[in-house]
């Protein structure tokens, strides 16, 4: 009967080892991030649950944004065999963004709250158009 119910009910695509294995393939996770406009700043939300924000880093060089941390499993590790899904990323992970528009990076603040990290970086006026003389040859 277990042979039955583990047969018609698993729904798992990829064996615990398999994707076990993937994980070791790869170094670093990738951070996902929600950027937008609001109120003359940039601001850049990035869901870090797990994350210690002590082991955090944060840099923008240019237009480039780059975040650095670590997330550690709160669970203690189990036998694989105990493990029936394993969707979250535990580890390094980094994630750089190009920022869409120009910003006063010197002016950045960061938040860590209720496991989002919050970058809040005040936008650059562009105030001079300068115009450029096409010359006809």
């Known amino acids: 009967m277990n042979d039955f119910y583990h047969a018609a009910f ?3 695509s990829i064996p ?3 994707d076990a294995m993937w994980k070791e393939m790869s ?3 990738e951070l996902s991030l929600n950027v937008y406009l609001s109120k003359g700043e940039l601001v850049v939300v990035a869901p870090m649950a ?3 924000p002590k082991g955090f880093s944060l840099s923008i060089r240019d237009d480039l944004l780059t975040i ?6 709160p669970v203690a590790t189990r036998n694989k065999e105990e493990t029936y899904l394993e969707e979250s990323f535990w580890g390094t992970f980094s994630r750089t963004v ?3 528009i120009d910003v006063k990076s010197e002016f950045a603040k960061a938040e860590y709250k ?9 936008i650059r006026e562009v105030k001079n158009t300068i115009s450029v003389t096409i010359v006809d040859e």
């Not at 650095?68 to 499993?73: E, H, S």
């Not at 209720?114 to 005040?122: A, N």
């Open 10 to 12: 698993h729904t798992r």
């Open 16 to 18: 615990v080892e398999q």
């Open 27 to 29: 170094s670093e996770g």
């Open 50 to 52: 797990g994350a210690d």
């Open 68 to 73: 650095k941390g670590k997330r550690v499993c």
């Open 98 to 100: 190009v920022l869409p």
């Open 114 to 122: 209720y496991g989002l990290l919050t970058i809040r970086i005040p």
